[in-house]
């Protein structure tokens, strides 16, 4: 059963204490365009007549109609009109699936809209989240051949939503394996660290949708078997080493949202600045580089990573990452496409920034120089 694990999951817990510091408005959006109720999929490929003889395409769940009526066939790595097919626990309120939808739709308007991906959105109550691993069972057994019921569907010793409504978090699954057919990724929401109240969900939504834009710049698929290597491991950055592929998410959604109406100037520098107070002293007081850090290190790899990541870009630029680096990374491998875009090989980049991060903080933190204006209303 251990290869139910191989799924690459990537666990927010630690963004919960940033709460509550700004006065955002709560809005609610109408998108109408990527709400399934059931598992349902394939009415959108059964209108249009066919005039002429032809035979009745073959069903295919790549097949969808755009937002302005003409039909597409959706590609891992390819921008795509297709909205996320989203679906929400029976105690998850419209508001927040609309809340979740909208700033999802933020993410995907910045990065490029990348799919297939199947949006579930898990509330507080355990029958209901069971209902919706029944839900995903059933739609997937109906999808794909390949779908095993016995291993691919929740079971007692294999939880897909059940233990958010306890654990709480977000998470991206990525169903790109050599066993199955419908290729697919699947966002996880939760009600909790942080829940939809907490201005923190909206930040996550991005930080989580970051990590669909790369794994949509790799192909490889994997065997499901955690006992497996994998190159899409490999291309994220490591397996069990989320310093790239966190740090990326991790700042990207920060970058993201402090750009955002209603947020505070000075939100970015200081997220920064948390993050390098809880981490900097600890991580240069220890000898593990940041690239072999993992989930479980005592320092925290997301917030080193973010550090990391800001560095880079504050040299590189956005583009050398975004679409240099992404573009390159699946043909190359991430070693090779690191060494282009960024014009040193991951060690000496690693080096060079323990040697930046090992600076007294207030030099550190001068890549995010305070905002001059001095009119920041709503933070603190
Ligand atoms: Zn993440």
């Known amino acids: 059963m251990m290869k139910r694990l191989a799924v690459l999951m990537c666990l927010l817990f630690l963004m919960a204490p940033l709460s509550g510091c700004f006065g955002t408005s709560e809005e609610s959006v109408t998108d109408n365009t990527s709400i399934v109720d059931d598992a349902s999929f394939d009415e959108n490929n059964t209108t249009g007549g066919n005039q002429d ?8 769940p790549y097949d969808v109609v755009c937002p302005d009526g003409s039909n597409e066939t959706v590609q891992w790595g390819s921008v795509t009109c297709a909205a996320p097919v989203a679906f929400k626990a029976a105690d998850v309120s419209n508001e927040t699936l609309n809340l979740t939808l909208e700033w999802y739709n933020i993410a995907s308007a910045e990065w490029g809209n990348f ?4 949006l579930f959105i898990v509330g507080e109550n355990v029958e209901a989240a069971k209902d919706l691993e029944d839900l995903f069972c059933e739609r997937h057994m109906a999808l794909d051949d390949n779908w095993n019921e016995e291993w691919d569907c929740a079971n007692e010793n294999y939880q897909i939503f059940s233990h958010y409504t306890d654990e709480g978090g977000a998470a991206i699954s990525t169903f790109k394996r050599t066993y199955i057919e419908y290729d697919f990724m699947m966002m996880i929401m939760s009600a909790k660290y942080p829940g939809p109240s907490e201005d923190d969900y909206k930040p996550v ?5 970051f990590h669909i834009f790369q794994h949509s710049h790799i192909s490889d698929e994997c065997t499901g078997d955690s006992r497996d290597t994998c190159e899409r491991d490999s291309k994220m950055g490591g397996e069990n080493t989320p310093w790239f592929a966190e740090g990326g998410a991790e700042f990207m959604a920060q970058s993201l949202y402090s750009e955002q109406d209603g947020v505070g100037e000075n939100y970015l520098r200081e997220v920064m600045q948390r993050k390098l107070e809880t981490s900097q002293e ?4 220890q000898s593990t580089s940041l690239d ?7 320092v925290n790899v997301y917030d080193v990573g973010a550090w990391f990541i800001a560095y880079l870009i504050h040299h590189e630029g956005e583009d050398a990452f975004l679409n240099g680096f992404y573009g390159d990374l699946d043909g190359l491998g991430f070693d090779a496409a690191f060494e282009d875009n960024f014009n040193a090989t991951k060690s000496e980049y690693l080096a ?3 040697a930046f991060f090992a600076q007294p903080a207030e030099d550190v933190m001068l890549l995010f120089p305070e905002a001059s204006t001095g009119n920041d209303e709503t933070t603190e």
Do not use: C, I, K, R
């Open 115 to 118: 799919g297939p991906v199947e």
């Open 282 to 285: 600890g991580y240069n007081a």
């Open 292 to 298: 072999q850090l993992t989930y479980s290190s005592e």
């Open 352 to 354: 060079d920034f323990d």
């Open 53 to 60: 003889d032809q035979p009745t395409p073959v069903f295919s």
């Open 205 to 209: 939504t991005l930080h989580e949708y």
